[in-house]
């Protein structure tokens, strides 16, 4: 099993930053790929931003590239995104995740889900 719990949600205006923090517990999630994924009111959940297990290898949604910046440090059992120049666009719950399966834009490859963390743009 893998417990995962997000922080560092809030309320900012556009072009404000945030950094999303995942800190992750249980023996499986040594190996694990960790994604982020958002969900907006009415929208389905999307793909925001992927990482191995090592940190090698990173993929971004468009809408992240260049804005936003995926990492983690094994050795505390934490991942972040770092969310710079925010627009209200980017308002939604943001959830991360673990996949055994190595980085995927797929939510099915993922079997362990925080319980999210709002982030509000305002205009």
């Known amino acids: 099993q893998v417990q995962l719990v997000e922080s560092g949600g809030g309320l900012v205006q556009a072009g404000a930053s945030l950094r999303l923090s995942c800190a992750a517990s249980?023996?499986?999630?040594?190996?694990?790929?960790m994604g982020w994924f958002r969900q907006a009111p009415g929208k389905e959940r999307e793909f925001v931003a992927a990482?191995?297990?090592?940190?090698?290898?990173?993929d971004y949604a468009d809408s992240a590239k260049g804005r936003f910046a995926i990492s983690r440090d094994n050795s505390k059992r934490t991942g972040w995104l770092q969310m710079n120049s925010l627009n209200p666009e980017d308002t939604a719950v943001y959830y991360c995740?673990?996949?055994?399966?190595?980085?995927?834009?797929?939510?099915?490859?993922?079997?362990?889900w925080g319980q999210g963390t709002q982030v509000t743009v305002s205009s």
């Open positions: 249980g023996r499986t999630f040594v190996g694990a790929a």
């Open positions: 990482i191995s297990w090592s940190g090698s290898i990173k």
């Open positions: 995740a673990a996949s055994g399966a190595g980085p995927s834009r797929d939510d099915r490859k993922y079997n362990y």
